[in-house]
């Protein structure tokens, strides 16, 4: 997991970009022309009632967005019609609809751990894990099906994954028994697929890798290569160990590393330039959603903290305003410990954890007013790095789920590369 970049200030641009979200939402999606047979029906909250605006329904291939009064019209006559959006279960109804439907889609907070590509193969991590979502009363679980090394742990049948050596590590024997029983504990699966940083495919493509100002292949400081994110021929690997995993029942896909690298002298097959960085990267994320529409799957994007807070795409590709007009979910990486510089008000991070969280996602959502997209923060599980070395336990902890709570993110993930976690740290709200 990556960190974080010194902040600026939102300027006025940033609410001139806010205003354009619901009409670039809606160009994702295929238009149908109006029929007199076609489907049409209503999007509700099942506790409220209320009408839910930028639901997603899906038929085959084809998908809309509800207006704001929860309304949808598709071609008529196919089936199953599945239904999403954010902050809600996924629902689908197969067949024996009524003729104007009213949908109630059950209201839902993902309260999720993390597994790494081993730590989902090793028992005492997984099940410790698996008892820690049961004793605090957890229900989600982000499981990594591309590592920040490029390995895929389950026997995906993309040839690049084999030629690449990607398969090389097996921890997870049969994709679709582990959701069927992750499943059956009520548990909300969430694949994190790591994209652009991917040293496996870097080597065995090196045509396709970041270059140093010298013309070489740019490593990072873990010593791994990337991928330039121009390479429209390269997303497609990625792209499919998504659909695979949308495939098997993960409910939502998490893009991770789908970034431009954060340093500088780096060469790539066009100029970079704020324009060029943020079409790559939300280019990505439409072909993304485009290709996952059969299968009904919220998609969900990983973003540095302090691209809440900075108006334009922090060097990296990721503008706030755009990445919003893409996914379902944003999940910026609220670390106290990534947050180096500090943010207005607060010089010392780890001190503040409530404050870091909060002001993050109240700033983020201000940005994107007027958007269906929702926020899930990472937080810190792991001790702080940047600041004298404070172990975050169980205070430190509950000050950023409460600050996650407050400003009604919709749930949290507890980042611990380790993958060892207490029950007695975990109060969920």
């Known amino acids: 997991m990556d960190h974080s970049r010194m902040p600026a200030s939102p300027g006025s641009r940033a609410c001139a970009q806010a205003a354009r979200v619901a009409a670039l939402i809606a160009s994702i999606f295929l238009a149908s022309p109006a029929g007199a047979d076609d489907d049409r029906g209503t999007v509700v909250d099942a506790t409220t009632q209320a009408p839910i605006v930028g639901a997603i329904v899906t038929v085959g291939d084809r998908a809309v967005v509800t207006d704001a009064a929860g309304r949808y019209r598709l071609p008529g006559g196919a089936t199953p ?27 839902l907070t993902p309260k999720a751990l993390y597994l790494t590509v081993y730590g989902i193969g090793t028992p005492s991590l997984r099940d410790a894990a698996l008892a820690v979502i049961e004793r605090a009363g957890l229900n989600a679980l982000v499981i990594d099906l591309k590592g920040d090394r490029g ?20 921890t997870i024997p049969d994709l679709t028994e582990l959701t069927r029983a992750l499943k059956a504990k009520g548990i909300y699966t969430i694949a994190r697929i790591v994209v652009f940083k991917d ?32 390479r429209k021929e390269a997303w497609s690997y990625t792209l499919g160990v998504a659909e695979e995993a949308a495939a098997a029942g993960f409910d939502e896909i998490q893009f991770d590393y789908v970034r431009f690298p954060d340093a500088v002298g780096l060469t790539y097959m066009q100029p970079s330039t704020e324009a060029s960085r943020v079409e790559a990267i939300t280019g990505f994320l439409r072909e993304a959603r ?20 900075n108006p334009g795409d922090t060097g990296i590709g990721q503008r706030l305003e755009d990445l919003a007009a893409v996914v379902d979910y944003i999940s910026p990486m609220l670390y106290p410990s990534g947050f180096q510089f500090g943010i207005p008000g607060y010089s010392n991070p780890v001190a503040h954890p409530y404050e870091i969280v909060y002001r993050s996602l109240e700033t983020a959502k201000a940005r994107t007013r007027g958007s269906p997209v929702r926020y899930r923060p990472w937080i810190q599980g792991f001790r702080d790095y940047a600041f004298g070395g404070q172990p975050f336990g169980a205070a430190e902890i509950g000050k950023q789920i409460k600050a996650a709570h407050d400003a009604q993110a919709i749930g949290w993930m507890l980042w611990n590369p380790r993958n060892i976690y207490s029950a007695e740290e975990i109060s969920p709200r």
Request: hydrophobic letters at 45%; one cysteine or more; a positive charge.
């Open 81 to 107: 019609l599945h239904v999403r959006a954010p902050g809600y279960q996924r629902e689908t109804i197969a067949s024996g609809r009524p003729a104007e439907p009213t949908i109630r889609l059950k209201p």
């Open 151 to 170: 390995v895929i742990p389950y026997p995906s049948a993309l040839p690049l994954a084999a030629s690449t050596g990607a398969l090389k590590v097996r």
């Open 199 to 230: 040293d496996l495919l870097a080597q065995a493509r090196p045509d396709w890798a970041v270059r140093n100002s010298a013309g070489a292949v740019w490593k990072d400081r873990e010593g791994l290569a990337w991928i330039d994110p121009h």
């Open 290 to 309: 485009r290709r996952l529409v059969p299968y009904n799957v919220f998609l969900a994007v990983d973003a540095f903290g302090y691209v809440c807070w």
